[in-house]
């Protein structure tokens, strides 16, 4: 059975692409369009990892990191944000909050895969 990673952003053409990376190297993939139907999806099924944005309506990605970590199905799940965003501060913040990893968009499908790899395993 492959290994499920929930990838959370509210841009249709940033999640297809890395659901489309992640999917062609052999991971499952669950789809979110912000923070809170990320929580939801989560709540559903288990995962192997968690790829988030930072900026989303309705719960950003450190408010979803933060209230994922509250629930005990997110133990041992990685989370990598993949923003925009570089801010050292709001990197500080992330990785209080649970985060294990940040990546810059525009990402690399090779660089992408080999966190992916490190962090959840192929």
Do not use: C, H
Request: hydrophobic letters at 45%.
């Amino acid at each position: 059975m492959s290994k499920t990673i929930l990838v959370v952003d509210d841009s249709p053409s940033v999640r297809r692409m890395v659901s489309m990376t992640l999917r062609d190297a052999g991971y499952g993939v669950v789809e979110a369009q912000d923070g809170q139907d990320a929580l939801e999806k989560a709540a559903a099924s288990p995962l192997a990892g968690v790829i988030t944005d930072q900026n989303m309506p309705r719960l950003d990605g450190l408010g979803f990191i933060k209230a994922f970590r509250a629930m005990p199905a997110s133990r041992g799940v990685p989370v990598v944000v993949l923003s925009t965003e570089s801010e050292e501060g709001l990197k500080a913040q992330a990785r209080a909050a649970g985060a294990v990893g940040w990546m810059r968009k525009p990402f690399e499908q090779a660089q992408l895969l080999a966190v992916v790899r490190k962090v959840v395993g192929a």
